[in-house]
């Protein structure tokens, strides 16, 4: 009796004290967050630092102690998952990016996003792809197939928009920020698109409707995935608007416009397309109609709570990646082999760079043709820090590395294991390495670009016409003289006229139909003359 | 090779479209939060229905739809698990709680709230035992153990908070709010007490230091908890205004706010405190210092966004409740025997009218004997609405019945299926029934409250002592006229000023040392004169 009744209550006290240790591990991480925001505050001002790399240097200083208490055992306490990253921690950090970006330099510079974010990765791809198949080979890493040579060049393909977001400053260097961040999220729509091509023709009868059905793919998932995203931010600005829900309760409001923007990452995934691309143009839609809808005090407390969604969501990426680093278990192969393994990360370290540069210049110079002004380029200079501030591989290599090469979390083949460490190498390496001398690089290239930020506010608020955004940018004297050898390329004015002319007439349209037909359905202001309450703007003049 | 290929792709696709299953539930999830959020505000001045009862009848008809279309096998997309709800369902619910909480109303009646909660709580938990072990016997419901009468005692004696937050208004009715509230708080410390004290301790050998060891462990508890909620909240107020978090960043400030409340509730759980007791009194502390420390901008989007957070974890709970209670496989046991099951409800039902009448009706009149003016003291009419308020039972019931009577939830035996049946019954009824009932019995036992809203804000700030906060409630001619049987009874005034002086005594010195010592270290304001500053407060004036 006393036995049955002890059992009862013990199963009465797990309940109410749940599983311990993942009680345990919930504290450490979120004790090891406070941390990283604490130290990350510290250090602010340091010009070389950033929160990505305090949360991933913490996190494998943590690794290292776990390691040391577990008597080599292992350095992590949760358990890689793929769902946890693409379910809850990505599409808030890509939801904010949508929501926050500039709307008008993003979609100035649609074009060039399109040539990187899609003919740029399958050009990476493909070198990744033939440089590994030719060196690894001659390393003697192991058996890999075409397969995994193939899942390679996908891996190391993937720019993390997470690293962009946190290198890259939107109010100092707009352009580059578009564009690098911009080529990111259309990044994952071309791998999709990449993996089931592949996987539903037949590689060994090559012919060149492949390459048509491959466009036609690609093209319904882009347009598809933008119209789900951009449907649903219209939804949920007639719902607000329509009903008036900030009547009666600001926190109904909040809560529809963040259960909403989830909605249509999780619709996307239903329906197969890229939530990645879905939610960022979600957020856009969002910004530009729903916000300006709801009352004051939920602008102000959806603008700072995505933000702090997102932020948090990173750090915490940023902390697993490093802490995950030392487990011990893929390390053991490597010990046998270092010289192969080292070998490995650098032949990777190298693809990527080359498989970068082999886009981002040549791309550059193609984008360059279709501007009119010698403004609107992108100078030398810039293309530089585009190639770089693109290097930085993150979590999203992270998690298609674990699914190609292990199983279930644990790698028993010896190649797995060094493609295992070796993408773990080049994740802290480029994130730390390439991170850490990012800033510096841009301060060097473009020296006036820190300063240049409250004339940007300034002078955007004045303009009418998208171009003088990036007048503070490309305007000082310093850069006009250093580009002299790309902006004196004379070309026809007529061919000019030709591409720029069509980029011109779609934005006055737009806004003709955005004040006819959408502002009356949909709310929202400010697309004309200069969205003067756009959360970002806002943010400069009145809520820091 | 192209069956390798694509069995590495369709991996690779794997991953990006994650398990489908969970991605349709969390659609519908997610979509029918919307749903109820929208319905919620269409029915905002019904004066009838509630935001918890929309959500029990949306999910339970989700839950028949779902039935119809898996041809009668299931009701329900998610498996009711524990750990979602009590590691990340209830502690935004209770933070939020302590957070918009009116601290001085609730510790103007914190000796009445610990009399309710504890005692109380023991009494009902006790009657509820005895009565059902005696009629259970006799309804032939099957072999039933004392561990499993305790159980259902411990069961249907927790009175749901979130139910309760749900029904009352705190601006409507602040004394009865504090103290049904207040008593649901307490009630989850006494509960981990009991059953640690029952699993501790050998039933057979009763003697009297047994009920000493349980008031010692329970004090130990309760204070132990407290003290971590109060350490964590000074803490983070602490960092926040010796550092300077805002100065940089206003994500940074909100962040470090929610982790830390976070915290404060993962410590609770790892040291076996009360999570629920911790993170009460954290967010006590941090609207009392930490919040004056923030930005403006953080103040808005920190008391909004904890306010949403706990909004839609109520909808989620009761939404889920509703769509759980049609899964037909604990129903199919009930079938055969309609009569047993409907008795065990309604015994059920009726042992909780009883065990709550048992101890609000004497416990308020010990209280009472301790209140100086007639104005402090609870009347009649008010003890009814508290009786009444305290009736409902949740998603907490249903979790614990959960963890007694299935196994990974399943039912075996015919009597755990006919307990949980009875449970969901008692849950469903007392929710919808008790709750729709509750809203009409104050508008009849206490007419002026839905007028007095208004004046409750200006003359609470205009007043200097927690005396006047109760006025607007009590203060009204019919309401004194009605209580004339309570408030006549004249005791000894030497008494009265015994028993009444250590509150004020306390609350004058807190106040002096909080202004001495505390506000210098932790910042804050607002606690001298009135509190100005206060999220509820400030909500009424300016930011609605």
Redesign the interface.
């Known amino acids: 009796?006393?036995f049955?009744?002890?059992?009862?209550?013990?199963?009465?006290?797990?309940?109410?004290?749940?599983?311990?240790a993942?009680?345990?591990s919930?504290?450490l991480f979120?004790?090891l967050?406070?941390g990283c925001?604490?130290i990350?505050?510290?250090l602010?001002e340091n010009r070389w630092m950033n929160e990505s790399i305090t949360a991933l240097l913490i996190g494998t200083s943590t690794g290292v102690i776990i390691l040391l208490f577990s008597g080599g055992k292992s350095s992590h306490i949760l358990v890689f998952s793929?769902?946890l990253f693409?379910?809850y921690l990505l599409p808030p950090i890509i939801f904010n990016a949508g929501f926050q970006v500039k709307k008008k330099q993003f979609f100035k510079n649609f074009m060039t996003i399109m040539l990187f974010g899609a003919i740029g990765t399958l050009i990476s791809c493909t070198i990744i792809t033939l440089g590994a198949t030719e060196i690894f080979k001659k390393l003697d890493v192991g058996p890999l197939?075409?397969?995994?040579y193939?899942?390679i060049g996908?891996i190391f393909a993937a720019t993390d928009s997470v690293c962009t977001l946190q290198v890259l400053n939107q109010d100092e260097t707009p352009l580059l920020y578009s564009l690098v961040f911009g080529e990111g999220v259309v990044n994952d729509a071309t791998?999709?698109v990449l993996?089931?091509a592949?996987?539903s023709f037949?590689?060994?009868q090559i012919d060149p409707t492949i390459a048509l059905h491959f466009l036609g793919n690609f093209l319904y998932l882009f347009i598809a995935s933008t119209m789900l995203g951009v449907l649903t931010g219209l939804l949920s600005a007639y719902?607000i608007k329509k009903?008036y829900?900030g009547r009666?309760?600001?926190?109904?409001e909040?809560?529809?416009m963040?259960?909403?923007a989830?909605?249509s990452y999780?619709?996307a995934?239903?329906s197969?397309l890229s939530g990645i691309l879905t939610v960022f143009f979600c957020g856009i839609v969002m910004s530009h109609y729903t916000w300006h809808n709801v009352?004051?005090?939920?602008r102000?407390?959806t603008k700072?709570?995505f933000?702090?969604l997102s932020?948090?969501a990173e750090i915490f990426i940023f902390l697993y990646v490093g802490m995950d680093a030392l487990d011990i278990e893929k390390w053991k192969f490597v010990s046998d082999s270092p010289g192969t393994s080292v070998a490995t990360s650098s032949v990777l370290l190298g693809l990527i760079l080359l498989g970068r540069a082999a886009f981002v210049f040549p791309l550059s110079f193609l984008s360059n043709l279709a501007k009119k002004s010698p403004n609107e380029k992108i100078s030398f200079r810039q293309q530089v820090i585009i190639w770089w501030a693109g290097l930085m591989r993150g979590a999203v290599s992270m998690?298609?590395a674990y699914?190609?090469f292990t199983m279930s979390g644990h790698t028993s083949l010896r190649c797995n294991a060094i493609m295992i460490t070796s993408t773990i190498t080049v994740v802290l390496f480029s994130t730390v390495v390439f991170g850490l001398m990012t800033k510096p690089l841009i301060r060097l290239l473009l020296p006036n670009t820190a300063h240049s930020k409250e004339s940007t506010i300034t002078i955007s608020t004045d303009a009418s016409t998208p171009k003088s955004f990036t007048v503070p940018l490309l305007g000082s004297a310093q850069d006009s003289e250093a580009d002299i050898d790309n902006h004196d390329i004379h070309r026809p004015s007529s061919i000019r006229a030709l591409l720029s002319t069509p980029t011109h007439t779609v934005h006055r349209l737009w806004r003709k139909f955005d004040d006819a037909f959408m502002r009356p359905v949909f709310g929202g202001r400010g697309f004309v003359p200069v969205e003067p309450g756009s959360p970002t703007e806002r943010n400069g003049h009145q809520?820091?």
Chains 1, 2 share one sequence.
């Open positions: 009796m006393t049955e009744i002890s059992s009862v209550f013990s199963k009465l006290q797990m309940l109410s004290t749940s599983d311990h993942s009680v345990v919930m504290n979120v004790a967050l406070c925001i604490v990350g505050h510290l602010e793929e769902d693409f379910i197939e075409l397969g995994d193939l899942a996908a791998s999709v993996f089931n592949i996987q037949d590689l060994d719902i009903l829900i009666h309760s600001t926190d109904r909040v809560a529809l963040m259960l909403m989830y909605l999780m619709l995934e239903l197969y009352t004051e005090s939920s102000i407390t700072h709570s933000a702090t932020f948090v998690a298609l699914n190609q809520w820091r």
